[in-house]
């Protein structure tokens, strides 16, 4: 099968090795900032975060919408040039830059009132896991936590902490296996 490490868990999943995390616009990140666009009042006068950025798409449509601040962070060096070069090209300023991977900092944690957006990171049950007591960590600061994601099975994993927010059709060749993305807001506690 096919194997790829990638900080201190492997991946089996196909589109993960052949192409680098960042070059491809995931449903996921395509429905945050899809989500930010329809509602400014997300983001605007807050901090926002764009977590495991990719190309910032999602930190794109922040700072479009009014944010006051935007971290794009990925531990992939180049996904922040992506970042950079995306930003540049849609005449926006550069924002914050960080290549730290936040989910293995035990102290963590943003300024209150920030929000906080994690795209198409349910891949794996293992980053599922250490989301979930990020989340956990930063949602009692008073930040709000928003996922993308088309339904990935990582995601059941925190099914209990999520709440449905939008829905959007995926009309995307490159993503055949899912027809819809959802936005979920990350809740302070287990709904069960």
């Excluded at 926006?92 to 300024?111: A, G, I, M, R, Y």
């Excluded at 829905?167 to 302070?188: L, N, P, S």
Aim: hydrophobic share 40%.
């Amino acid at each position: 099968g096919i194997n790829a490490e990638y900080g201190d868990y492997k991946t089996h999943v196909p589109e993960l090795v052949n192409d680098p995390f960042w070059s491809v616009f995931w449903p996921g990140g395509q429905a945050l900032s899809r989500f930010i666009l329809d509602d400014v009042s997300i983001v605007k006068k807050r901090s926002a975060i764009d977590l495991g950025c990719g190309c910032g798409a999602t930190g794109i449509a922040a700072a479009r919408s009014g944010a006051s601040t935007v971290l794009c962070n990925d531990i992939d060096e180049c996904a922040i040039e992506a970042v950079k070069l995306n930003f540049q090209l849609n005449n926006l300023n550069c924002p914050l830059l960080s290549t730290e991977n936040l989910l293995n900092s035990n102290d963590q944690h943003f300024h209150e009132n920030s929000v906080i957006f994690l795209g198409d990171m349910f891949y794996d049950e293992i980053i599922a896991q250490k989301i979930v007591s990020w989340c956990l960590r930063n949602i009692c600061y008073g930040n709000d936590i928003f996922i993308g994601d088309p339904g990935r099975w990582g995601l059941d994993f925190i099914r209990d902490y999520i709440l449905q927010v939008a829905e959007y059709g995926i009309d995307d060749e490159d993503c055949d296996e899912y027809k819809t993305v959802a936005v979920y807001q990350f809740q302070g506690s287990s709904r069960k």
